[in-house]
């Protein structure tokens, strides 16, 4: 039951990806296509208010749910990881037409075939978790 809260936000996100239409294959092949500016603008949006609600979380030391404070620790950057890494999400992204998020909701509207690739995102995770002492980091 103290769940709850996160299961009914979930619900409302799926239904706002929905009416936003960017589970929609068409708009994500307009994207790639760079065919129309209403993923980038969904995209842009997002990010601009992810760094402003960060700036947020530092400047009032924001505390989490269980009262400790948020902390940002500096990460050693490897552009080549991110390269990589982004390149293979971005191809599954265009050759199957969605991003992690979506899936479940495509699922949930009814499209069936959305299943195959909620068990290849499943068997890429599993995959990852046991290569990953091995993968450079």
Same mark, same amino acid.
């Given at each position: 039951?103290?769940?709850?809260?996160?299961?009914?936000?979930?619900?409302?996100?799926?239904?706002?990806?929905?009416?936003?239409?960017?589970i929609?294959? =068409?708009?994500?092949?307009?994207?790639f296509?760079?065919?129309?500016?209403?993923? =980038?603008?969904?995209?842009?949006?997002?990010? &601009?208010?992810?760094?402003?609600?960060?700036?947020?979380?530092?400047?009032?030391?924001?505390?989490?749910?269980?009262?400790?404070?948020?902390?940002?620790?500096?990460?050693?950057?490897?552009?080549?990881?991110?390269?990589?890494? !982004?390149?293979?999400?971005?191809?599954?992204?265009?050759?199957?037409?969605?991003?992690?998020?979506?899936?479940?909701?495509?699922?949930?509207?009814?499209?069936?075939?959305?299943?195959? &690739?909620?068990?290849?995102?499943?068997?890429?995770?599993?995959?990852? !978790?046991?290569?990953?002492?091995?993968?450079?980091?």
């Open positions: 039951m103290k769940y709850i809260k996160f299961f009914l936000t979930g619900i409302l996100f799926g239904i706002l990806m929905a009416k936003a239409e960017i929609s294959w =068409y708009r994500i092949y307009e994207m296509r760079f065919d129309a500016f209403h993923m =980038y603008g969904i995209i842009g949006s997002a990010v &601009v208010l992810g760094i402003v609600v960060v700036q947020i979380i530092k400047r009032t030391k924001m505390k989490n749910i269980y009262g400790e404070p948020i902390r940002f620790t500096p990460k050693n950057v490897s552009y080549a990881r991110y390269i990589i890494g !982004g390149t293979i999400f971005g191809l599954g992204w265009a050759m199957v037409g969605a991003c992690p998020g979506p899936m479940f909701v495509l699922i949930g509207q009814g499209y069936p075939a959305l299943v195959v &690739v909620l068990l290849g995102a499943l068997i890429g995770t599993f995959t990852y !978790g046991l290569l990953r002492n091995k993968l450079p980091h």
